[in-house]
Nanobody, 117 residues
């Protein structure tokens, strides 16, 4: 199974983007899925995650601005990003963590988000 991330781009401060992460097939035994980001010179940080049960978690820096969701029929994960700030500029990576048949983490290839005027 491969994850294909898309939706990044250049946006002005205050703008919005929606990232998508489509799985090429069904992943069984999902524990959680979400988005990390990595800005130049900084460590990768968890932006948002959603468990198999639907519980969500957000980094403090994006609470109230970003929303994570999923479409189980389309095998697609989303990240709606509103009120974007220059400090949101980073490469965004989606992941899916599974525990069947073994504990595995699948990663998308990353999509660049640049917030600049």
């Amino acid at each position: 199974v491969q994850l294909q991330a898309s939706g990044g781009g250049l946006v002005q401060p205050g703008g919005s983007l929606r990232l998508s992460c489509a799985a090429s097939g069904r992943i069984f035994g999902i524990n959680d899925m979400g988005w990390y980001r990595q800005a130049p010179g900084k460590e990768r940080e968890l932006v948002a995650s959603i468990t198999n049960g639907g519980s969500t978690n957000y980094a403090d820096s994006v609470k109230g601005r970003f929303t994570i969701s999923r479409d189980n029929v389309k095998n697609t994960l989303y990240l709606q990003m509103n009120s974007l700030k220059p400090e949101d500029t980073a490469v965004y990576y989606c992941y899916v963590r599974s525990n069947y048949p073994t504990r595995s983490t699948y990663w998308g290839q990353g999509t660049q988000v640049t917030v600049s005027s």
